[in-house]
Every structure is written in structure tokens, then in C-alpha cells.
């Protein structure tokens, strides 16, 4: 559990202002941090320490930078540091892509009232870094001590944050991505599977076996019933009522690959307007995105509607949403590129789950849906 973590703050604060004292730095400039950050070795490991530290805490925000997401918590209780000192915010970025990052406390951040190159001038002899006075939005200075570092900054982690949703909602107010949902926002191979086969004996009294059902390759309902041999309007209507009605017994099957929730995440706080649009019908749907508790970060979900149709085929909701919007479609099958030309918009195929490939690869890739995220946006602008 993290709170194991957060008790081990109060001996990493002790042990930097202990270094930042002796270095000679006046206790003006380190006795009350703005955050702490928490390193974690893996995407496995920040978002299992995301998950944990939300059960106590606030996500104020979760964005994109140098590559990798960071995440910024505010704590429902603060951590007294001494009787005198507390700390609120936690600040948890993943690894950067190919590097190895040993788990635990790296650094506090302190907000200072003079200007940095006034803080090194003053301070000659301290072995400040300064690369990062590159930094456009909040330069800093870093001082490397006895355990992590300690970073020096102008502007409070919570007003950086507003400064961001500000730059973000005039950047993407008039942009859209619209995500598949089967195989793309999650892995529902083995659930989608079992249903069908619960469903098709219920109506035929005939078995599917495993081996069949791991054949059938469709992505509308309109291929399933083909493939499954029902084309009368009557029976395809009770395959798609039972295939609802079984569904639910199965959700605990699906699963969400490491990545797409901090993908989720750092899209709804770039303020990216973000639309699920599934082949599958709206009722199961819906079951599928509570369940794994998604729905917060979408405008809309839409399903399957038996008189207005579906996916790949837009309905004037769907055109109307992508009217005078940049869009992108992301998806994994054929099915969704042919959508995306439908509606005019451009399309990336999601392959982290790798059931399906595309015939046409003329399109675009997106080979992960956290190290892309960058590519995702500059395709929106």
C-alpha cells in the first residue's frame, strides 16, 4: 500500500533539509515544499500507484512531459512534515521510454520569491543544475543532495496546472478524438467469445464450439450473423437480445491494457473532447464502460441503435459531433478505417492488443498508447 510510502516522507524531508542547512541555503528557500515526487520503475507500477493513491486523493491533473505522463495527486489529509511543516500534493511521473528508474522518493520542489539567477548568484558555491531554466513555463534550478534533489521553482505546482488547462482549452476546444471500443479500449476477446456461444445455443440449441468461435473474425453484427448463418430479421433480433442478456455474466473477463486508462487520463485533462463509437450494441456497451469505469472520461458512447444503424456507417448523431470538428478516429479493424473515410476524418490503428491487422496500411500507426500520445495531438492541430 502507498501509505507505507507517504509514512517514509517525513525521513526523506528530514534528510534533505538536513544537506540544503549545511550547503548554507537560508531556511526561507526549503522550509515549506510545494510537493513531493514519487518515482516508479514501470507503466505496471504508476499505474498501480495511481490507482492506489486516488482511494485518498484528488487527480489534479495528468499530462504529457518529455514523453512520458506525470500525474499530480492532492492528498485528503496533509502529511505533517514537522510540527511546523506539511505537504499536500504528490507529484508521480512514469519512466521515460528506456530508462531505468529505481522506485521511491525523488525530490521536493520549493517555490522561491526571487529570481533564480539572483538565487545562484547568491549562492556561488552551491552546485546548482541549471538546464532546466530552459523550461518556458516554470524554470528551475536543481540542487543534487545526499538523498535525490531538491528543485527550485517561481511559480506552485497548482498554478502551472491552471496555466496548462488554460493553454489547452484554446488549443483543442475545436478538436475530437473518437475511440473503438473492442480491441482498442479494452481486451474483450475471451467475454465476447463465451457470450456468443452462450447466446447461439440458447437460440439454436446447437453447440459453437471454442475453436469456431475463435475463427469468427467480425466486426459489425451484421458480419457476426453472417458468419454465425442467421439472416432472418427475426432471429438476429433474439441473438442480439440474448447476446445482451448473457453479456453481463461475463464482464469480469474483460480487461483494460496497461496504458489506455493513462491514456484516457492524460487526453480528458488535455481537455480533448473524447467520444466512444462501438459496433457493439448501445446496452452492452454502456455495461462494458461503467464496469470498468471509463464513462467519466467521455463525452458520449454510442453503441449500436437496431433502427439507426451503426458503425462503420455514421448516424447524423455521430456527423453531427464531427461537424466543424478536427477529428480522429482510433480503432483496430477495417471496419473502423472504413468509419473514419465515412465521416471524412483521419484514423490511427490501435495495435497494443495485436488480435487483428489492417489489409491497408496506408493509414497510419499507433504502436502504443502512451509513448503516441504526442502523435495523437499533433495530428489534432
Known amino acids: 500500500m502507498f501509505d507505507t510510502q507517504l509514512g517514509e516522507l517525513v525521513q526523506f524531508y528530514a534528510a534533505q533539509v538536513k544537506d540544503l542547512s549545511e550547503l548554507g541555503l537560508d531556511r526561507s528557500l526549503w522550509q515549506q515544499p510545494d510537493h513531493a515526487c514519487f518515482r516508479v520503475a514501470s507503466l505496471f507500477r504508476y499505474e498501480a500507484v495511481k490507482a492506489d493513491l486516488s482511494k485518498n486523493a484528488r ?5 504529457m512531459v518529455n514523453g512520458r505522463p506525470i500525474a499530480c495527486f492532492e492528498l485528503e489529509r496533509e502529511i505533517a512534515l514537522t510540527d511546523k511543516v506539511a505537504i499536500r500534493v504528490i507529484e508521480v511521473p512514469a519512466p521515460r521510454e528506456g530508462r531505468q528508474e529505481m522506485e521511491g522518493w525523488e525530490h521536493f520542489e520549493f517555490v522561491v520569491d526571487d529570481d533564480l539567477n539572483q538565487l545562484l548568484a547568491a549562492y556561488p558555491r552551491v552546485p546548482f543544475k541549471t538546464e532546466g531554466l530552459a523550461n518556458d513555463v516554470n524554470p528551475e ?4 543532495v545526499s538523498r535525490g534533489v531538491a528543485k527550485f521553482h517561481r511559480k506552485s505546482l497548482s498554478a502551472v496546472v491552471e496555466l496548462e488547462r488554460e493553454l489547452h482549452r484554446a488549443r483543442y476546444q475545436d478538436r475530437l478524438l ?5 480491441d482498442t479500449l479494452a481486451d474483450t476477446k475471451e467475454a465476447f467469445q463465451l457470450t456468443v456461444r452462450d447466446s ?9 464450439s471454442p475453436e469456431r468461435a475463435n475463427e469468427l473474425n467480425a466486426t459489425t453484427y451484421d458480419d457476426l450473423m453472417v458468419e454465425l448463418g442467421l439472416d432472418g430479421k427475426a432471429e438476429v433480433a433474439e441473438m442480439v437480445s440474448l447476446f445482451a442478456k448473457s453479456w453481463s455474466r461475463n464482464l469480469g473477463l474483460i480487461r483494460v ?3 489506455v486508462r493513462t491514456l484516457m487520463s492524460t487526453l480528458f485533462h488535455t481537455q480533448v473532447p473524447l467520444i466512444v463509437w462501438s459496433a457493439r450494441d448501445q446496452k452492452t456497451l454502456d455495461q462494458c464502460v461503467d464496469f470498468l469505469n471509463l464513462r467519466p472520461y ?10 439507426l444503424g451503426g458503425k462503420p456507417h455514421p448516424s447524423e448523431t455521430v456527423r453531427e459531433l464531427v461537424s466543424g470538428k478536427k477529428a480522429l478516429l482510433i480503432g483496430d479493424s477495417q471496419a473502423d478505417f472504413q468509419a473514419a473515410k465515412n465521416l471524412g476524418i483521419g484514423f490511427k490503428q490501435a495495435l497494443w492488443l495485436k488480435h487483428r491487422t489492417l ?6 500507426v499507433l504502436e502504443h498508447p502512451v509513448s503516441s500520445l504526442s502523435e495523437i ?4 492541430h
Open 59 to 63: 487527480l489534479l491533473t495528468e499530462s
Open 141 to 144: 534550478i536543481v540542487v543534487p
Open 178 to 182: 473518437i475511440f473503438d471500443f473492442d
Open 200 to 208: 447461439y445455443q440458447t437460440l439454436t440449441e446447437r453447440v459453437l
Open 257 to 259: 491494457p496497461t496504458g
Open 298 to 307: 467521455f463525452r458520449q458512447v454510442i453503441g449500436f441503435d437496431a433502427k
Open 359 to 364: 489489409d491497408s496500411t496506408s493509414h497510419g
Open 377 to 380: 495531438l499533433s495530428d489534432l
